[in-house]
């Protein structure tokens, strides 16, 4: 299956209903206040946020007044512009330099040890030399579950005991890595612990190994997401935003959700972008993200 009909597949329950909603208001609906109220409403039940839902629309509105649209048709089309501009950003700020260090968090159940095995597939895909680090020591069996997907890789996996020093681990994933001139080092950190201090801690600690033993590397924080969840979400950026610098967004689990729409919140509101997209359970199908795309199978 080609990227574009494996994205529109992942994006079909979101595109069903948004469009389903949209053809009916373009088809009888007029340019006036209560056609761009109803469209804020159809925004919303598709799981952009209030506060976006009424900036796209007064958006809208103001280009469409200054550029003397008429006709439903050439409304949609801007809309279509406004989405795509709103996920976009700025391509090089994008693009993984090498060597890398990419530091996974999220929650627990969000499927952040599957999405690094996907991860991992990603860049041997694109010849690229491919090290994991076991730092969640706090799950029960997390270390294992990496390990596994370390051999469907066929990568190298630096684990201690569960309940080790989650830096430890980290360091000799450095300095294995040093040794290796590894590519890319993916770190797996802990979902949850006790209590939000002791994730701070954690996580600190984490990124001061990292800055200390690895200078020249570049770095990376992504927060892994799950779709299905919504708005939900959203208070899990701001969670992990009070205890480290996150740099973008993996978005799993939009196969199997009509609340797509969250990613246009998540980039507007947070100014994060969406970096990759899961598009199924497969260990291919984890893609990076392209705003075009997601717009023309939104539409």
Same mark, same amino acid.
């Given at each position: 299956?080609?990227?574009?009909k494996k994205?529109a597949?992942?994006l ?6 948004f ?14 206040d209560?056609?761009y109220e ?14 976006s839902?009424?900036e796209i629309?007064?958006e ?6 200054k550029? $003397? ?7 949609? $089309? ?5 989405i ?14 090498y ?5 996974i ?5 969000v499927?952040?040890t ?8 990603y860049?041997?895909?694109? $010849? ?7 730092g ?9 579950q ?29 300095t294995?890595a ?8 993916i770190v797996d950190t ?9 994730l701070?801690e ?7 190994v ?9 770095k ?35 196969d ?7 990613v246009?919140?998540?980039s507007?509101?947070?100014n ?6 899961g ?19 939104m539409?």
């Amino acid at each position: 299956m080609g990227l574009f009909k494996k994205i529109a597949e992942a994006l079909r329950k979101t595109r069903e209903a948004f469009r389903r909603k949209l053809d009916a208001l373009f088809s009888h609906g007029e340019l006036d206040d209560e056609f761009y109220e109803e469209l804020e409403d159809i925004l919303i039940s598709s799981d952009v946020g209030v506060e976006s839902s009424m900036e796209i629309c007064e958006e809208l509105r103001e280009r469409a007044r200054k550029l $003397k649209l008429r006709s439903a048709e050439e409304v949609r $089309k801007l809309l279509k512009e406004i989405i795509e501009e709103s996920l976009s950003f700025d391509e090089n700020s994008l693009e993984i330099e090498y060597p890398a260090i990419i530091t996974i968090v999220g929650v627990n159940g969000v499927g952040k040890t599957t999405t690094i095995g996907k991860l991992a597939n990603y860049f041997k895909s694109l $010849k690229k030399d491919v090290c994991l680090v076991a730092g969640d020591t706090f799950r029960a069996a997390a270390s294992e579950q990496l390990a596994e997907w370390g051999n469907r890789n066929k990568v190298r996996v630096i684990k201690h005991e569960e309940g080790a020093d989650s830096a430890a681990v980290v360091y000799d994933g450095i300095t294995s890595a040093k040794a290796r001139k590894t590519d890319v080092l993916i770190v797996d950190t802990a979902g949850r612990l006790h209590t939000k201090t002791n994730l701070m801690e954690e996580l600190g600690k984490i990124n001061r190994v990292i800055d200390r033993e690895y200078e020249q590397a570049h770095k990376y924080t992504f927060i892994v997401l799950d779709a299905t969840t919504g708005q939900n979400a959203l208070s899990q950026i701001e969670n992990f935003n009070e205890y480290v610098k996150l740099d973008g967004i993996i978005l799993t689990k939009l196969d199997g959700t009509a609340k797509g729409g969250v990613v246009l919140t998540i980039s507007r509101e947070y100014n994060l972008p969406v970096v990759f997209i899961g598009l199924g359970e497969g260990i291919n199908d984890l893609e990076k993200f392209d705003a075009k795309d997601f717009a023309d199978n939104m539409f």
